[in-house]
């Protein structure tokens, strides 16, 4: 592989294009070539892709296959030459919901999660700009795949459903994040993905920029289809996510510490697909536009934290619907 090939490559990719020559030498040096024969298994379905592969042979071909109950499988997408796949391992690093197989011999070049953190913590920019490209390619499978889901869902009657019952709705009342308040809770904060990665004095750094909602158990936090400027990380307590079609709710899940909730919506500034409404009495972190907005000028770096936990949430969440989406596959 040389550079000037690969770099043409990376040009003709989505992923890349915003990116200029320079960026791209950049992220050429952390790329590596490949090779596969016919009927390799590129990514195996509930193992970690390690990475993202970009299809690199003219001509090749590679098929994408989910693995139902027992025997039973199901072909997803057939790939081709410059198409990429594993790309929201990125995000997130977690396992792979479907397998790739080869179906003719390729090459590929392979940007593994490791070295992309590499870039993300050496080059923020570049890294930023990758994983908001993902991000929105993300947010529009999410929001494909849970129409499906909900279609797939009513043909094999597997949701727990019932009518529809309004939570308590009011607007949320939010308050400064105090410093005694993060000094008394730091083994909380401990035991919370992102949090348990800061220090501190970047916890109290943080604090300035979230806001504090304390929601009581049975009240709405956000409403399905409604336009959110802001989203909200969990701290304590539980959330239950619904969704509401022809005049019935079903439950999608419980989200608890550590997750985020209303991050599709706050991302690609569409109308929300789920409603959530406090399990337990809760305290969530409110991050808004407006203090991303002051963030952003005041601390570039925690700026890019907060977005790297944006763009982890929304891995986290597709990588849930298409569990989901496979599990009910697989009863039909």
Known sequence: MTRKKAIDLLHSVSLFQTLDEGELEKIVGFIQEIDFKSRDIIVQQGKPSGGMFIIATPKARAKVIAQLFGDKKIELATLKTNDFFGEVSLLEGGAATASVQAI?????????????????????????????????????????????????????????????KSSRIGVLKTKRVTADFIKNNLQLF???????????????????YFKRVDVAKGSAIFQQREILDRCYIIVKGAVQITTTQRGRISKIGVCGPGEMIGELAFTDRKTTITASTARENAI????????????????????????DLLYWALGRLLRAVDNQMVRLMGQK
């Open 104 to 164: 003719t011999a390729m090459s590929c070049y392979f940007l593994s999660t490791a070295s992309f953190n590499i870039v993300r913590i050496g080059f923020p920019k570049i890294g930023n700009k990758i994983g908001s490209i993902v991000a929105d390619e993300v947010c529009s499978r999410i929001r494909t795949l849970h129409g499906q889901l909900i279609g797939v869902s009513e043909e094999v009657q597997v949701i727990q459903s019932k009518k529809t």
């Open 284 to 307: 969530l972190f409110e991050i808004s536009d407006k203090a991303l907005a002051k963030m952003y000028q005041d601390n570039i770096v925690l700026w890019y934290r907060c977005q």
């Open 190 to 208: 401990k035991g919370i993905n992102f949090f348990d990665t800061l220090t501190e004095l970047e916890l109290d750094v943080l604090r300035k």
